[in-house]
């Protein structure tokens, strides 16, 4: 039965086969880190601000309430990371920067948003100047016949032109291999479901306030499927000897490392997933 695999599981694989084999076929526990935690206040608040009530906002105060309201979303979304973030032992200081961080990206978000939206306001209601912008939210995605499944954070129709933006909460905001082969991954699931592409596919680096798009060409979306195929071909096996390690800097950071440092570096800890090894080779 082959795996369905998303563009995070393919990049992944791209980058070391044996962490893909450690997080995929083995599915060992990841670890929350302070980048996955804030990342996805930020996300959530995005989400949920789509989803506000305007039925009280109007022409006259849509800059305070709209501001007030996505602000409010995330300080919920913040609180309920808080417990997280605090188990990660870090330092208060470090997490207050990270606050200010993700509120700061919020900030670049909105003021874009709001840019645009007195832009198409003149001769519309807010209601429909806010909804012409609005777009679905954490759409889930599956192709049957590539055998692969994503969300993609957002899908806007916008004077007939479907947008696919995925909000990026890096700290650069180029355009890298592998943000390219999940945009393509999302338009080949879309053309799947639609029958058409998507018009733009673009990203939305929050911390930068900037947006960047990719040309939506066949070639792209031959890439995504050749890809798909190449990890079905290369993930059949389940013995571990066949995922290679790859040594370098995503191994080990300045401020961190990657979840299976120690199991991979360090004989103490292999022999924790002994049994998982065992029981995976017998289900096979
Ligand atoms: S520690 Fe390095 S080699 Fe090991 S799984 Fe992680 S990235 Fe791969």
Request: hydrophobic share 30%; aromatic share 12%; net charge neutral.
């Amino acid at each position: 039965m082959p795996r369905l695999e998303s563009p995070s599981s393919i990049n992944t694989f791209k980058q070391c086969k044996r962490k893909y084999y450690y997080t995929y076929k083995l599915e060992l526990p990841r670890k929350d880190s302070i980048a996955t935690l804030t990342g996805k206040a930020v996300h959530d608040s995005l989400e949920n601000f789509f989803k506000i009530d305007i039925g009280n906002i109007n022409k006259n105060n849509y800059n305070t309430l709209l501001r007030h309201e996505l602000m409010g979303l995330f300080n919920n979304s913040w609180t309920k990371a808080l417990p997280n973030l605090l188990n990660l032992q870090i330092d208060k200081e470090t997490i207050r920067n990270y606050y200010q961080d993700c509120f700061q990206m919020l900030n670049n978000f909105i003021n874009d948003f709001l840019s645009t939206l007195s832009s198409i306001i003149n001769g519309s209601s807010f209601q429909e100047a806010f909804n012409k912008l609005k777009p679905k939210t954490e759409v889930y995605f599956q192709s049957d016949q590539h055998q692969v499944r994503g969300y993609i954070d957002a899908i806007l129709n916008f004077n007939n032109e479907i947008y696919i933006i995925d909000y990026k909460t890096s700290s650069r905001d180029d355009v890298s291999e592998e943000y390219e082969l999940q945009l393509a991954i999302y338009a080949l699931m879309f053309k799947e479901k639609h029958n058409k592409l998507p018009d733009k596919l673009g990203l939305h680096f929050l911390r930068h306030g900037t947006k960047k798009f990719l040309e939506v060409t066949p070639d792209l979306v031959e890439k995504a499927k050749r890809e798909c195929e190449l990890i079905q071909l290369k993930t059949t096996s389940d013995n571990i000897d066949d995922y290679e390690k790859n040594p370098g800097p995503l191994c080990k950071w300045r401020n961190g490392q990657c979840d299976f440092y120690d199991v991979c570096f360090s004989q103490k800890k292999l022999g924790d997933y002994q049994e998982k090894l065992i029981q995976i080779n017998k289900a096979s």
